[in-house]
Structure formats: structure tokens, C-alpha cells
């Protein structure tokens, strides 16, 4: 079954606005990574987050984790019309047997 | 550094046929994971090999195949090729493996006709 599923499938903000996507998985993990995807194109890494943290930052990116809800957001501060993309997070589960595993991802659209 | 680079961009090639896909690391880096990525089911993942040895496996059936070789180059096959195996195929490397930060090649548009 998907262990990251992210939401929503689609967002369409202004240039300027902060953009929020949610990913939820299902077992446990020992990390959890967020990755961009220019259209048809490979998937660029943008911040990776452990099990024992709850937030980091790294730019216009804000990641939060909570274990406990198996639950984690992606906020893009002040977007521009270059955020444009498909963005995933990917899951890295702790059991032994389960393997890293893509959410569906969530299409931003940030109009200029 | 150069980044992950794959071999062929496009391909278009008929149903029952076999392709091969090549995958070339980024220096240093020992993994490198396979994923097809298709509209309908998304970014699955095939397989991860580590210093030549398959170490991780998808739900794909045995038509799928790949191998490493001692400089960390990767290979993917596909035999008896079906309509459904059209997709982007992305291979990633990374130092440590799939649980670790990624890096991407620009994919493999294998079209199936």
C-alpha cells in the first residue's frame, strides 16, 4: 500500500503567497525527504528530515514532522512563479523488507 | 561534480521487444535505485543496487532486471516489452543508499508501441 500520500493533488496560488502540502505515510520511518519535479523531468532532492526532529528550514522551506500523526508539511515561503512543480515526499521506512517509497505528489501552480 | 547522467533520453520500441536502460552514479556514489514513474501509478520503485549486489527490490514482475558493475554503473532491462511499460525511468544515486539523499538523472522516455 502507498506509504507517503501526499495533499492536496493540486494547488494554484499567486506569486508571493506561502504554499503548504501535507504528506502522510504509514509505517515507521527512520527519515522523511522532500523532492521537486520540474516537469517530465528528474527529481531534484530539497530537504530531508529524521524521525527525532519536528522542523527544519533551509531557505523559503519549512518542514515539519510529526511522528506521532505519521504526518509531515512542506511550506514554501513567498513563492515564485519558478516554484512550479510537482513536489514528493518519499518515505524511509524503519522495517526491515520495506522500502523507500514516493507519494503521488502535489502540483503547484504559482501564477505570476 | 557531473551529475547523474542516463543513456538513452528517448526510446521507442515495439510490444514484445526488450530495452536496456544505462544509468551512470555520481563519482563516489556506490546505490543506485531504479523508478518508473507513469501518470496512473506514479514514482514506483524497482530496485536499488550497492556495490554490485541487488540489496532492495519493487513489485515489478521478473521481466524487469538490472545489474552494477565495479565502477557503480547501472544497467536496467526489460524483456517481452507490454503497452503498459511506458513510463519515465528515473535512476537515482546516492552515497548510502535509498533511505539517503537522492540524487536524479534526467530519465529514460521509454515509449511502447
Known amino acids: 500500500s502507498q506509504q507517503g500520500e501526499e495533499d492536496p493533488q493540486a494547488l494554484s496560488i499567486q506569486e508571493g503567497e506561502n504554499a503548504t502540502m501535507n504528506c502522510s505515510y504509514k509505517t515507521s520511518i527512520n527519515n522523511l525527504q522532500w523532492y521537486r519535479q520540474n516537469s517530465g523531468r528528474g527529481l531534484v532532492h530539497l530537504i530531508l528530515i529524521r524521525s527525532n526532529e519536528r522542523e527544519k528550514h533551509s531557505g523559503r522551506l519549512r518542514v515539519t514532522l510529526d511522528t506521532s500523526k505519521k504526518s509531515s508539511s512542506l511550506l514554501i515561503t513567498a513563492s515564485r512563479a519558478a516554484d512550479t512543480a510537482s513536489y514528493f515526499c518519499?518515505?524511509?521506512?524503519?522495517?526491515?523488507?520495506?522500502?523507500?517509497?514516493f507519494g503521488a505528489g502535489t502540483r503547484l501552480f504559482v501564477k505570476a | 561534480k557531473a551529475g547523474v547522467t542516463q543513456t538513452p533520453r528517448y526510446l521507442i520500441k515495439t510490444r514484445g521487444q526488450q530495452v536496456t536502460l544505462s544509468c551512470s552514479p555520481i563519482s563516489g556514489h556506490r546505490s543506485v535505485s531504479w523508478y518508473q514513474q507513469t501518470p496512473g501509478q506514479g514514482l514506483q520503485f524497482l530496485f536499488e543496487?550497492?556495490?554490485?549486489?541487488?540489496?532492495n527490490k519493487g513489485n515489478f514482475p521478473g521481466r524487469f532486471s538490472g545489474r552494477q558493475f565495479s565502477n557503480s554503473r547501472s544497467e536496467m532491462n526489460v524483456s517481452t516489452l507490454e503497452l503498459g511499460d511506458s513510463a519515465l525511468y528515473l535512476c537515482?544515486?546516492?552515497?548510502?543508499?535509498?533511505?539517503?539523499?537522492?540524487?536524479f538523472g534526467p530519465g529514460t522516455r521509454l515509449t511502447v508501441t
Open positions: 518519499a518515505t524511509d521506512p524503519t522495517l526491515r523488507g520495506f522500502k523507500t517509497i
Open positions: 537515482a544515486s546516492s552515497r548510502s543508499g535509498t533511505g539517503h539523499e537522492q540524487y
Open positions: 543496487y550497492f556495490s554490485e549486489t541487488q540489496r
